[in-house]
């Protein structure tokens, strides 16, 4: 993963919500959890840079989407309370391993400011440009 590819990540995050309607922030870590990109859109609040970024930093950590952990993170759940652990995480979609064309995990993108679902929509569209 370098700058060049997580720039690209970034601009097909953007696309995506523009197309939508929606004005997002958006992260894009390496596989250790770092940061190589960031951007708020216009008009984005400032309570999602934090959220996006946490919804990356669990992607990548656990190299598993955070809507995929979030379904054992609930109440009851294996790993309920996943949230308190490695200084803050986010259980709920929106946070995507970002995978090369091998399938190997680069780092991961996180997309707040939209509904959820919107939010998941947008992240895994900009992890598709990896893969293509």
Same mark, same amino acid.
């Given at each position: 993963?370098?700058?060049?590819?997580?720039?690209?990540? $970034?601009?097909?995050? *953007?696309? +995506?919500? +523009?197309?939508?309607?929606?004005?997002? @922030?958006?992260? $894009?870590?390496?596989?250790?959890? /770092?940061?190589?990109?960031?951007?708020?859109?216009?008009?984005?609040?400032? =309570?999602?840079?934090?959220? @996006? /970024? *946490? *919804? &990356?930093?669990? &992607?990548?950590?656990?190299?598993?989407?955070?809507?995929?952990?979030?379904?054992? @993170?609930?109440?009851?759940?294996?790993?309920?309370?996943? +949230? /308190?652990?490695?200084?803050?995480?986010?259980?709920?979609? %929106?946070?995507?391993?970002?995978?090369?064309?091998? =399938?190997?995990?680069?780092?991961?993108? %996180?997309?707040?400011? !939209?509904?959820? +679902?919107?939010?998941?929509?947008? @992240?895994?569209? !900009? &992890? &598709? $440009?990896?893969?293509?």
């Amino acid at each position: 993963m370098n700058l060049t590819l997580a720039d690209a990540v $970034v601009a097909a995050a *953007k696309a +995506e919500a +523009e197309r939508s309607g929606f004005a997002v @922030a958006i992260w $894009v870590l390496d596989s250790a959890a /770092h940061p190589l990109a960031f951007a708020r859109m216009d008009g984005a609040n400032l =309570g999602p840079i934090d959220v @996006a /970024h *946490k *919804k &990356a930093r669990t &992607a990548a950590l656990f190299d598993t989407d955070s809507l995929r952990l979030g379904q054992a @993170a609930r109440p009851g759940g294996a790993i309920y309370t996943l +949230e /308190h652990t490695n200084g803050g995480l986010v259980s709920f979609g %929106g946070g995507v391993v970002l995978r090369d064309r091998s =399938g190997a995990a680069v780092g991961a993108v %996180g997309v707040a400011g !939209a509904t959820v +679902e919107a939010d998941e929509a947008i @992240a895994q569209t !900009a &992890a &598709a $440009v990896l893969r293509v």
